[in-house]
Each structure stands twice: as C-alpha cells, then as structure tokens.
C-alpha cells in the first residue's frame, strides 16, 4: 500500500501542499500520475479512472484509496506537472542582485520548458475543452495549481528582494503577473493553437534571461539592470 497523500487532494481549491507533498509519493503512486500524463497527451476522452487503472496497471480501488476521485487524481496529476518547475532555495542571509536575476532566470527556464513540452500543452487542451463542466471544472483545476501554483513558489523569492532593498513593488499579485507577462507572453496561446514555435535550449534561455532582466528594469532598485537585453526575433521571443 502507497504512501498516503491526502495533502494532494485536500484543498483543491488553494493547491495547498506544493512540491513538499509530493516526498510522501511513492514510486508507484508517481508512476501513475504518469501514466495519467501520458493518456491525456495520446487525447484519450474519456479520461476516466477505468482507463487510468487500465493504462497504470493497478485497480480502481486503488486509485480511490490514494486520490479520492476523479478530481483528486486529476488535481494530483496537475501538481505532479507544475511541480517540474522548481521552488526558489533561498539562503539564511540576505540575496544579492546576481542571486536574484540568477533565480528570475532559472525559474524562467523551467517555466517554458514545462508549458512548452506536449504534456502541458495537452493538459491546457482538456483543461479548456471541460471549462465550466458541471461534473468537473478542469479549467479550475489548471488555473489554481498551475499559474496561482508558479505565484506561491516565487512569493518568497520576491519577497525577501524587497526586503533586501533589490526590488520595489506594490503588491507581489501585481509583481507576479508583469512576470508571467514577461515569461509566457503569447507563447502558450500559441502553442495551444498548434504553432511549432520551436523551444529549444538556448531559445529558452534567452527568453528566460530577457525576460528576468526586463522584470528588474521594471522593478529594480539599481542602475546595473536598468537596461533590459534587446528582444529576440524569430517565434521563440516571448
């Protein structure tokens, strides 16, 4: 019998539990999250716990014990994705600037690499297609264990900059959405569309760097980043 993870499907509402919950997962348990990953990337309607029991080899019964229901496991699985995107280790003192625009970018890179894979990209399909369903609002789901999800990780990072003298910021909501402005811009409408934007490493890179330095520009406190790096051309620029 699994590890129980509870804190996964408790509160689906405020995606309380985060990276920290999923240490209580076996291999097994993330197996499964995975096989539910891989049905929604094959577009497999629909996604019901037959088919995951089916795809993970294990029973409904058990499916039941460890996420609830449907929503549970469709909340998990969500989590399971965005937890791709790494939370921000701060040190014990004070962060510098380097520090600072060194985690802008890291969180960046991971940010576009995980919606730009096809997993996040089929996920954020169903995700609109079941909007506003009366049996379960997917779209729900998505939005306050993805993008709320990526604000709550990079709270404390901005946080403790402002405290730090780095940045200066009316509320950290109004800091986090110029950032997700920033990060994703169009590129995620676009590849729900179907453009082939092409993401690759250093594409992601630049971004990721043009996009932390431009955030300092709009909220640093120092003259060195006063100047943003000049945006790319070409479809991977966000």
Not at 19 to 40: C, G, K, N, P
Request: hydrophobic share 45%; glycine share 10%; with cysteine.
């Amino acid at each position: 019998m699994g590890a129980p993870i509870h804190q996964l499907r408790a509160d689906h509402r405020t995606g309380a539990g985060d990276e920290a919950s999923f240490d209580a997962l076996t291999d097994r348990q993330r197996a499964v999250l995975d096989a539910v990953l891989d049905l929604i990337v094959e577009g497999r309607r629909p996604l019901s716990m037959i088919a995951v029991a089916k795809a993970a080899s294990c029973s409904k019964e058990t499916l039941y014990r460890w996420f609830g229901d449907r929503a549970g496991l469709l909340t998990a699985t969500v989590r399971w994705q965005a937890a791709k995107v790494r939370g921000v280790k701060l040190p014990d003192g004070p962060i510098n600037e380097a520090f600072l625009l060194a985690e802008l970018k890291r969180f960046a890179v991971d940010w576009l690499t995980v919606i730009g894979g096809q997993t996040s990209v089929a996920l954020n399909r169903l995700a609109i297609a079941e909007a506003g369903s009366d049996a379960l609002n997917l779209g729900e789901i998505v939005l306050r264990n993805g993008p709320t999800a990526m604000a709550r990780r990079l709270a404390p990072l901005l946080a403790t900059a402002r405290a730090d003298g780095l940045v200066i910021y009316e509320s950290e909501g109004e800091a986090f959405t110029t950032f997700f402005g920033l990060v994703v811009g169009d590129v995620q409408i676009r590849l729900l569309l179907g453009e082939a934007i092409g993401l690759d490493g250093p594409a992601i890179d630049r971004a990721a760097a043009n996009a932390a330095t431009r955030f300092l520009a709009l909220y640093g406190c120092k003259p060195s980043v006063s100047n943003p790096i000049p945006p790319q051309t070409g479809g991977s620029s966000t």
